[in-house]
């Protein structure tokens, strides 16, 4: 039947079988079963010699007999051999290799909710991400493209196959992304070892069908009613011991992959990379530390958090992707109470989004790149010391009667940790990882230069709330190799521990009171922050932060596959899975009714604006005390 069909008039099948006899199409077959064979091996070998992820051997049956299924039914509706040919080379390249190279920087390979981290991606990467990403997915998309046939049947069919495959991820359960998980496993929390157990094509398969499978419209009023109501009955009185504030000036830095390396035993630093003047405040804070959800990249997660209140336990990022709405998060609230707000950025302002998204979330003005001079950089990134000056010198040219909420987003310090001819190297390391090394000497000038703008903002305004945070830990060498060299990590999420958990999201945080110095606030995730500095500024009217009041059993931190569940200061307990322990189904349960109220809030028709408006003077159904 197939030969058949081939053999239609007007198909380059057609063609060859004239010259070479009736049984040529059927021959013509062998064209993608060896093609595909080829590229299976070759980016299988290079996947296991180039970066140590090598699929087990009993599932690379099932692995290629995907990719040969897609190679037959592509094959089927293209019009010529060349295209098809390159198309396998570089399909096996983006989700082979590319993804082995993922795993080995980031712990994960390519996943569907990549899609909306592209623009960001090709950003980081400057010049080499427009080569080695953007140009490889726009030949992905031209060769698919342009070498199809539209008309003949053959065509037809295999355009009718290709539609209908995403059919089988419809609905909340979908039969095949179950039966799937069922047979090749599923483990959230270590999607290298997925990536592993299934095969590229497999596990894409699998995570695409999920993707879709878990898509949820968004709630209607009842349900983020109940929502509200559950929370509000198992909502913990605040345990942090902070007394309510005044109206004042309030100044939030995020600095850059900002972390302690010290305890990174076989750096072997020759000298503290961190100003003793930091030291000393943070010491002053008992060294307080925010729980991140990002590990390494995605800078807008920590964003969202700091400034909406709720947890994000994606890989994707937010701005990218489910804010939809404009929403009372920190700025817009501080905007409707007499505020000036007002963000920088050194980077392009589409950047993660962040000109849409901010606006989303209520800022007034966003100074990005082209309001800035970038002369003074390390690499393509602006030094801290340049950007605290310029946003100095706006800020006072366009000073009004109003209090300031000054909202700083560093970038000097981001990987791949740039030197500079006037920031040279001062730091020696006896570190194998290049990384180790670089980013200290990175560190030495940037902490410094932190240190300077924290200082002056006190001197300056000396009653303001400052908070100073690192986004998330850096980026050190492949597979974690900086801190696996020094025991702290192993090479892959699958094997962390609860206290590796915590170590990798947390982070160096600051808050200032004014002249009452830093808080002593132990280990907060950054989803709390928001709803603390509303206090701290007098600002004590019910607000968004408060529908996601943490339970009363635990403090939970979510993170991508997993919750860190908080006794106190310490990680009590690693939740997998919701149904494991009573503390982690308290913490699951919170987090989902959390998410709920969420995609109502970003991206629905915020039902939950409505019923906090009714309590106006209570925290969901009463007012949680903070201390």
């Known amino acids: ?42 980016a299988y070998f290079l996947c296991w010699f180039g970066f140590g992820i090598k699929i087990v051997e009993s599932r690379v049956p099932y692995d290629f007999a995907l990719n040969l299924a897609l190679a037959l039914l592509v094959y089927w509706i293209s019009r010529r051999l ?76 295999g355009w009718a196959l290709l539609i209908a495959l995403p059919l089988g991820a419809a609905g909340d359960a979908s039969p095949l992304s179950n039966s799937l998980d069922k047979f090749f496993g599923n483990t959230p929390w270590d999607q290298r070892e997925n990536f592993i157990w299934r095969g590229g094509a497999m596990h894409l398969a699998q995570e695409t069908l999920r993707a879709l499978a878990e898509r949820r419209d968004p709630p209607d009023e009842s349900e983020v009613a109940a929502a509200i109501a559950r929370r509000a009955a198992l909502a913990a009185p605040d345990t942090l011991d902070v007394a309510s504030g005044h109206r004042r000036n309030l100044h939030i830095i995020l600095e850059e992959s900002f972390w302690d390396p010290t305890v990174l035993q076989a750096a072997g630093y020759s000298e503290d990379p961190i100003d003793p003047r930091f030291r000393a405040l943070w010491a002053q804070s008992g060294h307080t530390m925010g729980l991140s959800p990002a590990f390494g990249g995605q800078t807008a997660n920590a964003e969202f958090e700091v400034l909406c209140g709720f947890p ?27 505020f000036r707000t007002v963000a920088a950025h050194p980077n392009v302002p589409g950047f993660w989004n962040r000109y849409t998204a901010y606006d989303h979330l209520g800022f007034e003005t966003f100074w990005a790149a082209p309001e800035m001079d970038l002369s003074d950089s390390n690499g393509p990134f602006l030094a801290d010391r340049s950007l605290h000056a310029q946003v100095r010198d706006k800020l006072a040219a366009t000073a009004d009667d ?12 981001h990987w791949m940790y740039d030197s500079s001819p006037a920031r040279p190297p001062v730091i020696g390391a006896a570190s194998k990882i290049k990384e180790v090394g670089d980013y200290a000497n990175m560190l030495h000038y940037k902490t410094r230069q932190m240190m300077d703008a924290i200082e002056a903002l006190r001197r300056d305004d000396p009653d303001a709330v400052i908070v100073v945070f690192g986004d998330h830990l850096p980026m050190l060498g492949r597979n974690f190799a900086g801190y696996v060299e020094s025991g702290l990590l192993p090479d892959n999420f699958g094997a962390f521990t609860k206290e590796q958990y915590d170590l990798s999201a947390a982070t160096p945080l600051l808050v200032i009171d004014g002249r009452n110095g830093p808080l002593q606030l132990g280990r907060i995730p950054m989803y709390r922050l928001p709803g603390l500095i509303l206090r701290l500024l007098g600002e004590e009217r019910a607000s968004i932060f408060d529908l996601a009041a943490i339970p009363g059993a635990a403090t939970p931190r979510p993170l991508p596959g997993v919750t860190l569940a908080y006794a106190g200061n310490a990680p009590a307990e690693l939740c997998k899975d919701a149904a494991q322990s009573d503390l982690c189904r308290s913490a699951g349960a919170w987090l989902a009714d959390v998410q709920l109220i969420e995609r109502d809030l970003f991206a629905g028709k915020q039902h939950a604006l409505k019923l906090l408006g009714r309590h106006p003077t209570t925290a969901i159904a009463h007012r949680i005390p903070l201390n």
């Open 1 to 42: 039947m197939a030969a058949r069909l081939f053999l239609q008039r007007g198909t380059w099948a057609h063609r060859l079988g004239r010259h070479l006899g009736p049984d040529a199409a059927a021959r013509h077959l062998l064209v993608p079963v060896l093609s595909t064979a080829i590229f299976y091996a070759l």
């Open 82 to 157: 060349w295209p098809f040919l390159l198309l396998q080379a570089l399909y096996f390249a983006v989700f082979y290799v590319a993804s082995a190279l993922k795993i080995s920087m980031l712990g994960r390979p390519i996943m569907p909710e990549d899609v909306h981290n592209l623009a960001a991606l090709v950003g980081i990467l400057g010049a080499l991400g427009w080569v080695a990403v953007a140009l490889p997915l726009a030949l992905l998309a031209a060769l698919f493209l342009f070498n199809l046939k539209f008309r003949a049947r053959p065509a037809q069919a």
């Open 312 to 338: 994000i336990n994606q890989i994707a990022v937010k701005f990218e992707s489910g804010l939809e709405r404009d929403v009372p998060c920190l700025p817009r609230l501080l905007s409707q109470a007499g």
């Open 402 to 413: 109003r209090p300031l909420f000054n909202y700083i987003v560093t970038i000097d310090g």
